[in-house]
């Protein structure tokens, strides 16, 4: 009965693969997002989907590609994937309040 | 430019006493606030929000003050538990068009509780 759920947990890769994240809501929310967590705990908004369709792409680089099969999935695409992309990725689902995945930590090595 | 920040970084009580921790908004658009609570290893957590039409919310245990005057928010936490320890983030609701918007995050203020 998790409302907001990711997988996988934790991602260990190479750089340059490619890798995606998937988000689930189970909360009938029509809006879903993805955070970056950087290692000081700064948390920032990358992408926002309302009902499918893109709302926000917060200058995040084209590397990146958010996919939305239906509104209660928002999925994660990464390609190329280079150090600086290691951090906690966090999905979230709401409007006003917001509510977390339990996150998956990235290790590009 | 926009920012939301926190005045504390750390922040130590003892158990049983009253937790107060604070943040500063500089954009006066801003109307919606909310705290969230993010234990290790773990997603953000809803704590308690508030409408910039109002200037207290009392939840169980905690209670956010707004002072639109100065741009402040504050949440306190009563009787502080062990459980409580965590890192605290304040944020502020960005409008990007109609009710759409996303959230701006302090940069956290992480409490520690000692028994």
């Known amino acids: 009965d998790t409302a907001v759920s990711q997988t996988p947990k934790y991602l260990v890769t190479q750089m340059g693969n490619d890798k995606s994240i998937k988000c689930e809501q189970n909360l009938g929310h029509d809006t879903m997002y993805w955070y970056k967590q950087d290692s000081k705990k700064f948390l920032k908004i990358m992408f926002s989907y309302n009902n499918k369709e893109l709302i926000i792409n917060e200058t995040v680089p084209n590397r990146f590609s958010p996919k939305s099969p239906d509104k209660a999935h928002l999925n994660l695409h990464i390609n190329s994937l280079e150090l600086g992309d290691s951090a906690v990725y966090f999905c979230?689902?709401?409007?006003?309040?917001?509510?977390f995945g339990p996150g998956t930590r990235l290790t590009v090595l | 430019g926009e920012s939301v920040g926190l005045h504390l970084p750390t922040l130590s009580v003892q158990e049983g006493d009253n937790s107060i921790i604070n943040c500063a908004y500089s954009n006066s658009a801003s109307d919606y606030f909310i705290w969230y609570k993010q234990e290790s290893g773990k997603g953000p957590q809803f704590i308690i929000d508030i409408r910039s039409n109002m200037d207290k919310r009392q939840g169980q245990r905690v209670t956010v003050l707004l002072n639109k005057t100065v741009k402040h928010l504050s949440l306190q936490i009563a009787a502080t538990q062990p459980g409580d320890s965590a890192v605290y983030f304040c944020?502020?609701?960005?409008?990007?068009?109609?009710?759409?918007?996303?959230?701006?995050f302090g940069k956290g203020t992480k409490l520690s509780v000692k028994p």
């Open positions: 979230a689902s709401g409007v006003d309040t917001q509510y």
């Open positions: 944020a502020e609701k960005k409008v990007v068009w109609g009710s759409q918007g996303n959230l701006i």
